[in-house]
Nanobody, 119 residues
Framework: QVQLVESGGGLVQAGGSLRLSCAAS????????MGWFRQAPGKEREFVGR????????SYSDSVKGRFTISRDNAKNTVYLQMTSLNPEDTAVYYC????????????WGQGTQVTVSS
C-alpha cells in the first residue's frame, strides 16, 4: 500500500508561482512513474504531467508545457510540481498519483490540494 500526501496549494495572483509537493510513504513504494493531475470545478480531471521515477524523464500536457516543471527527490520519496506564470485557468484541485510497473493506469492517488489563481 502506498500513501500520497500533497501540500503547497494556496491562493496566488495571476503571473505568480507555486510549488506543490507530494510525499509518498509505504513499504512497497517503488513506482514506475508519478503523475500530476488536476480537476477544475465542473470539469473532468486532466493530466498535467509525469516523471519516470528511475530515469527522471518528464512529459507535460500542452496546456502547461513551458510553465510547469516536475522533479523528484528519490531519497525523500517526494515529487514536486513547480508552477510558474499561473493564470486563472490553472485553478483546480491538484492530485499526484503513482503508476506501478506493468500497469497502464495510475493506481494510488493523493487527496489533492487546492490551487486558486486570482486575476
Amino acid at each position: 500500500q502506498v500513501q500520497l500526501v500533497e501540500s503547497g496549494g494556496g491562493l496566488v495572483q495571476a503571473g505568480g508561482s507555486l510549488r506543490l509537493s507530494c510525499a509518498a510513504s509505504g513499504r512497497t513504494f517503488s513506482p514506475y512513474a508519478m503523475g500530476w493531475f488536476r480537476q477544475a470545478p465542473g470539469k473532468e480531471r486532466e493530466f498535467v504531467g509525469r516523471i519516470i521515477w528511475s530515469g527522471g524523464s518528464t512529459s507535460y500536457s500542452d496546456s502547461v508545457k513551458g510553465r510547469f516543471t516536475i522533479s523528484r527527490d528519490n531519497a525523500k520519496n517526494t515529487v514536486y510540481l513547480q508552477m510558474t506564470s499561473l493564470n486563472p485557468e490553472d485553478t483546480a484541485v491538484y492530485y499526484c498519483a503513482t503508476k506501478s510497473y506493468g500497469r497502464g493506469f495510475y493506481d494510488y492517488w493523493g487527496q489533492g490540494t487546492q490551487v486558486t489563481v486570482s486575476s
